[in-house]
């Protein structure tokens, strides 16, 4: 015998707005949150390149 729900409830009534609203904050935050660390994303791995070219060639 099933437990809880079962299949997943429609998205109709207060609930599902509920879950709408829900769902949309956090994907705006996410989307928020990457723009914010794109950026230093991007500076780290500009740095670590420029560490490479600058270390010169290695020799085993």
Same mark, same amino acid.
């Given at each position: ?15 599902? !707005?509920?879950?709408?609203? !829900?769902?949309?904050? &956090? ?16 500076? !780290? &791995? ?15």
């Amino acid at each position: 015998m099933p437990r809880g729900r079962g299949f997943y409830a429609s998205p109709r009534g207060a609930y599902g !707005l509920l879950d709408l609203l !829900l769902l949309i904050g &956090i994907v705006y935050f996410l989307i928020k949150l990457f723009i914010a660390a794109a950026p230093y994303a991007l500076g !780290l &791995i500009a740095l670590l390149v420029l560490r490479e070219f600058l270390r010169g060639p290695r020799f085993l």
